[in-house]
């Protein structure tokens, strides 16, 4: 089997999550890294036995690339997705896909010119929680979703924000609590509901950063016109990660789950449950609330770029929550 020949743009934190199935996964050959800070992508370089560029247009062109993930702050997703488009090179990017809806769109429209294949990250789908409630909704078992709702009570403190040179601005990361923290839970519950969304409702605050001005707290409710009522509450003032919550109202029972669990209570008092199994693939420094699902989906991604299977999720797939999460921010009326 042909081996894709792979570049990671980008080596912050989250980088691990790509480089670790690049170079281990049997479709793929870890070619390059690249990153501005030269220690930086020079240190991963190192241990993956890749070459190292703090150039990314160089690396695409020296490099016969078949793919590129692009691992970047949220305002640089789509820019650098299109210039590998524009190269003859599939891209998959960490989510959001960018920081609006126009650059998505076009990102998605010029993916689909040039006969690329456009893949965003959202891995908490391919978790076992995730993928057991999604096929017994599937299934009819459960009826259909009345109502649900989704909470999310993390930490950042303003020392989180002064690490970064993007992190908790509008020009460059886009929003806060939301596009970057709850924007994962708030994808699965809508991904479960499966519907076009009618209205929305939100109000969003920073109530406890002084050196940010993006939203810390927000909380909304989103109406679908399969007359779905979603509410969430999300911030990122807690003293702790405390596992997000997930609960759908059914006609055949309840559901509530995470990353990690699922426990369904169908109306006739039956139970059933699942847990997250361990991943035997060897991640290093990763965070527990990103999971270990990154593999699967890349993996996924990979044997659509080889012409294995149909892509999953699609920059067109994640067109719809792009949307919504661009229209939470509008309607909040924080962002400049």
Not at 226 to 238: E, T
Request: aromatic share 10%.
């Amino acid at each position: 089997m042909k081996k894709l020949r792979v570049g990671i743009i980008g080596c912050g934190r989250i980088a691990e999550m790509h480089f670790v199935p690049a170079a281990h996964l049997d479709e793929s050959e870890l070619i390059a890294a690249c990153d501005i800070k030269p220690d930086r992508v020079k240190a991963f370089a190192t241990k993956y036995g890749c070459s190292a560029y703090t150039d990314y247009i160089e690396m695409m062109e020296k490099e016969g690339l078949d793919v590129v993930h692009v691992c970047l702050p949220h305002y640089l997703h789509t820019k650098v997705a299109i210039d590998a488009f524009r190269r003859g090179i599939h891209a998959i990017t960490e989510k959001p896909m960018d920081i609006d809806y126009a650059s998505a769109e076009n990102a998605v429209r010029v993916a689909k010119e040039c006969g690329r294949l456009y893949g965003v990250i959202f891995q908490c789908r391919y978790g076992d929680a995730a993928q057991f409630v999604k096929r017994t909704l599937l299934s009819g078992k459960l009826g259909k979703i009345i109502s649900a709702r989704s909470t999310l009570s993390w930490t950042r403190p303003d020392s989180y924000y002064m690490e970064s040179d993007w992190k908790g601005t509008w020009d460059k990361e886009g929003g806060g609590v939301i596009i970057d923290q709850a924007i994962h839970s708030m994808d699965l519950t809508n991904w479960m509901i499966d519907s076009e969304v009618e209205n929305i409702s939100v109000s969003m605050a920073n109530r406890g950063h002084s050196l940010v001005d993006v939203e810390d707290s927000a909380e909304g409710l989103i109406t679908y016109k399969n007359g779905v009522r979603y509410g969430f509450w999300c911030m990122n003032n807690y003293g702790c990660d405390e596992p997000i919550e997930i609960k759908l109202l059914c006609e055949g029972g309840k559901v509530t789950f995470g990353y990690n669990k699922a426990v369904i209570v169908y109306n006739d008092g039956t139970t059933e449950e699942v847990t997250q199994r361990k991943s035997a693939r060897g991640y290093q420094g990763g965070k527990d609330y990103w999971g270990y699902q990154h593999v699967n989906q890349i993996h996924q991604f990979y044997r659509a770029c080889l012409g294995l299977e149909e892509l999953e999720i699609s920059g067109e797939t994640a067109l719809k929550m792009h949307k919504l999460i661009c229209d939470i921010y509008d309607k909040g009326g924080m962002r400049p």
